[in-house]
């Protein structure tokens, strides 16, 4: 009886011992299974970040409403990061891109800039420019006019060449038929005699690269004067030749 006894509690010990054994295997098994899932959760969490941070694009944006005009100042942009295939063409990246730029069109807080939005600070206007605004009549500007547009504005008589009145000059602000220039004194007095003579018309360039034309208007009065000053020239050459007093 006393070696059944050992023989069974040899048996239960092995027994004990196995379940031991099992146990701990499906333990490390287990423990073993989840640190691989999480690590491979996280590697593919950091791909998955990775791979957003890569599709990820910073561009230069208003943080306030800009008027046309107004000089490309830093502190008027941000720089934020926006998916890329959100990124127009032609965006900034960069506020030092904005060095010694004005701002040719009307943004919006918020708004990405473009390049194209933008204009060499001194060709906008000169120190003796004023702002001139302009009522046009109907059909005298191009549907693709707005604000930032560089035009020449030309002169429409009958039976006589179109001069150009005003060249290569920037709208600034458009409200229906109305638009608003720089204009220094001459282009002011050119454009007030002009629009007595015929109808005024814009003609737009394609963009700001392209060469100024020539201006070749001529005002009336200024003709009168030459002509004037012409025949007071023959007059007094004709007194000298008779000799005249």
């Not at 693709?144 to 602000?173: A, C, M, P």
């Not at 001459?186 to 015929?198: F, H, P, R």
């Amino acid at each position: 009886m006393s070696y059944v006894r050992q023989t069974r509690l040899g048996v239960s010990k092995k027994i004990v011992r196995y379940v031991i054994i099992a146990l701990l295997f499906v333990l490390i098994s287990t423990a073993s299974f989840v640190f691989l899932s999480n690590r491979t959760g996280t590697m593919i969490e950091n791909n998955n970040t990775a791979s957003k941070e890569q599709n990820m694009m910073n561009v230069v944006r208003a943080n306030r409403n800009i008027q046309a005009g107004e000089i490309a100042d830093a502190i008027k942009f941000e720089v934020v990061a926006v998916p890329a295939e959100l990124v127009p063409s032609g965006a900034l990246s960069s506020v030092m891109q904005l060095q010694n730029k004005r701002v040719s069109v009307e943004i919006s807080h918020k708004e990405i800039l473009l390049q194209g939005d933008l204009v060499e600070a001194g060709d906008w206007y000169e120190d003796g420019d004023r702002l001139i605004e302009h009522t046009f009549q109907d059909g005298t500007i191009p549907l693709t006019v707005e604000v930032g547009s560089i035009v020449d504005i030309k002169l429409f008589r009958v039976k006589s060449q179109d001069n150009v009145v005003i060249t290569k000059t920037v709208v600034i602000g458009k409200a229906e038929q109305t638009l608003s220039f720089y204009l220094n004194e001459t282009e002011q007095e050119n454009i007030k005699e002009a629009s007595t003579e015929g109808q005024l018309f814009l003609v737009q360039y394609l963009d700001k690269s392209q060469g100024a034309s020539i201006a070749t208007y001529k005002p009336s009065y200024s003709q009168g004067n030459k002509a004037m000053e012409m025949k007071a020239s023959y007059n007094f050459e004709d007194r000298n030749m008779s000799g005249g007093e």
